[in-house]
Nanobody, 126 residues
Framework: QVQLVESGGGLVQAGGSLRLSCAAS????????MGWFRQAPGKERDFVAA????????EYADSVKGRFTISRDNAKNSVYLQMNSLKPEDTGVYYC???????????????????WGQGTQVTVSS
């Protein structure tokens, strides 16, 4: 059973920065793409960013391009989301997720992810 644990959320003013971390259990972390999604109150869960198992390929939602950076450290079984120039509309619960298939490509579809963390709250005040 794979476990994903997010951390790093909090309250920040608009224009500020936060760095989210996601620690994964298991020995095959580097074989799977990882993704970050977020869910605002009353809304569906939306794709934010994804990274391939090797870290060579990344993908971003248009709303965060140029502001957010996804990265991973396979030696630490961890994936990160650096969030800069935060806006109130970035508020939500942020989830990390592991891809369903080993050596799969990045994907913005939640159905392509098989394991999810419990989420970490990010609140951006105006």
């Amino acid at each position: 059973q794979v476990q994903l644990v997010e951390s790093g959320g909090g309250l920040v003013q608009a224009g500020g920065s936060l760095r989210l971390s996601c620690a994964a259990s298991g020995r095959t972390f580097n074989r799977y793409s990882m993704g970050w999604f977020r869910q605002a109150p009353g809304k569906e869960r939306d794709f934010v960013a994804a990274i391939s198992g090797s870290g060579s390929t990344t993908e971003y939602a248009d709303s965060v391009k140029g502001r957010f950076t996804i990265s991973r450290d396979n030696a630490k079984n961890s994936v990160y989301l650096q969030m800069n120039s935060l806006k109130p509309e970035d508020t939500g619960v942020y989830y990390c997720a592991r891809g369903l298939r080993p050596y799969g490509s990045t994907s913005p579809r939640s159905a392509d992810y098989g394991y999810w963390g419990q989420g970490t709250q990010v609140t951006v005040s105006s």
